[in-house]
């Protein structure tokens, strides 16, 4: 009896294992997708912050053009008085 109890808890030993390793490799799946993951959002929000960076120039540019044009509307109407 002491013999069937030692090959059954045995067997749940390395059950138990079987189970740790298959969990460990799962664990370690998700890790490398979240990780993935991370990176792509990274890359995302890199290329989002160039992108904003380049509109706001280019509103700053805009911004100018209406500026000379205000100042020369202004002079012309100075002009026309």
């Given amino acids: 009896e ?3 109890k030692s090959s ?3 067997l749940d030993k390395i059950n138990l294992q079987k189970q740790i390793a298959d969990l460990t490799k799962r ?3 998700l890790e490398k997708k979240a990780s993935a993951a991370v990176r ?3 890359e995302k929000t890199r290329k ?3 992108d904003i960076e380049a509109l706001m120039m280019e509103i700053d540019g805009l911004k ?3 500026a000379k044009s205000d100042a020369t509307l202004m002079r012309r109407s100075a002009e026309m008085e």
């Fill in 2 to 4: 002491t013999a069937e």
């Fill in 8 to 10: 059954k808890l045995s």
């Fill in 27 to 29: 664990l370690e799946g």
């Fill in 40 to 42: 792509e959002e990274k």
């Fill in 48 to 50: 989002a912050l160039i």
């Fill in 64 to 66: 100018k053009e209406v």
